[in-house]
């Protein structure tokens, strides 16, 4: 129907405005270092967004993956197949090139999981950029965490459709869920939900929302 916006994609990527929110908030300490960082955000209209060591959850942004068929099961092998063909394909790795690289990198069947969740891991540590928010500037835990107790400030950012308007809901859980392989058997939301927007149930008070960058191709 003409004039109808179709709300479906934001409610989908959880988007903090499409649950009412029209302002986020982040918790700066106002010494040291971090004032710098404070007064160069509202003078400069510019803000950092760090990679995820430097949070204070060693778990946080460091998905698990885990196979999505019987190892033993040969249609599971040939999937597995198809999938390694497709990805080199993509990087136009193939001939000589492509039996060098197996020769290095390549593991056994049941050795696969843990080798794309340490590759998956290094990739988000090195090239991923997260700004955390929440949408609660009331909790006191949040003051004493993340404002030098009480003695900080908080920022408030608008999200209305636009580059705040990007800042996505965090999903509490009880238990961790797996990225399965091969990765194509799973949505592209289900995919970054498992990578940067999952945490566990314990941290649900921070209320967060978060947005993503990336230093790939730089």
Sequence with gaps: MDGVI???PAKRLRFAWYFGHDTLYKFRSFSGDSRKW???????SRIY???????NDP???SPVVAHGGDPYDPEYLRELQSEEARMHKAA????????????????????????AETDLRRQLRDDVRVLCLTANRLHPLQWSHYADSHRGLC????C?????????????????????????RQSNDAIMDRLVFNKAAFWSYESEYRIIASDAGK
């Design 6 to 8: 179709d709300l479906g």
């Design 92 to 115: 136009g790795i193939k001939g000589r090139a492509l039996d060098r690289r197996r020769k290095r990198e390549g593991v056994s069947i049941h050795d696969l999981p843990k080798a």
């Design 160 to 184: 209305r459709p636009g580059a705040f308007g990007l800042a996505r809901q965090v999903r509490y859980r009880n238990k961790r869920l797996p990225l399965r392989i091969p990765l194509q």
């Design 155 to 158: 920022l408030h950012f608008r």
């Design 59 to 61: 778990f946080d942004v």
């Design 38 to 44: 404070v007064l160069d955000t509202i003078k400069n």
């Design 49 to 55: 967004l760090p990679h995820p060591p430097a949070f």
